[in-house]
């Protein structure tokens, strides 16, 4: 009777560890949360993670980012930018690069109601980013969020970025921040 009840439970338990579970396809373009989590994500030479924050919070002030947490034994920063729409374009020579971007993304729509008193008013971008000290390296998680909201408050156009080239910009600035914190600069 015991052979026949273990027989029976190794049978199930092979037919379902051999059942296949369909999995929904990504679509031509659309990466995995794995994919996104590499470009997202960079080492740094040194287990230094205060000094690595540093140089991030120098990286985000640079690019006009307003520093809104920073905890150290976290390792958490949030910081967000605000570029304003109605007045000259949103540009200013600091935004080219967050310009650049968000062209990509959004194709600055002017009147996305059909309604002439609406108007796109304000790009948001928010940023959160996890420092952690990985053996002798640091580890870094960046995450980038854009919002657009029209004149009334109300968004229009809300987008995590996940672009490759995006991730490998910044990881560029945040490496020369690095370098530029070592020196004491």
């Known amino acids: 009777m015991i052979k026949i009840v273990i027989i029976v439970f190794l049978s199930i338990v092979s037919f379902y560890g051999c059942t296949i579970v369909n999995q929904p396809k990504k679509s031509d373009g659309e990466q995995t949360q794995l994919q996104v989590r590499q470009f997202q994500t960079r080492e740094f ?9 540093k140089a991030l919070v120098n990286v985000l002030q640079d690019d006009d980012f307003i520093i809104k947490n920073a905890v150290v034994d976290l390792g958490l920063i949030s910081a967000s930018k605000e570029i304003d729409l109605a007045s000259s374009g949103g ?11 968000f062209k990509a993304i959004f194709n600055d729509k002017k009147n996305h109601y059909n309604d002439p008193a609406v108007f796109n008013k304000l790009k948001i971008v928010e940023a959160t980013i996890n420092v952690t ?3 002798k390296r640091t580890k870094v998680r960046a995450n980038f969020q854009a919002k657009i909201l029209d004149n ?28 530029l914190q070592k020196q004491g600069l």
């Open 91 to 101: 540009r200013s020579s600091k935004n080219d690069f967050w310009e650049e971007f």
């Open 45 to 53: 030479d040194t287990n230094d993670t205060k000094l690595v924050m």
């Open 133 to 135: 000290e990985y053996g």
């Open 152 to 179: 009334r408050g109300n968004p229009v156009e809300v987008y995590t970025v996940d672009e490759e080239k995006f991730y490998r910009d910044f990881f560029a600035k945040v490496d020369k921040g690095i370098f």
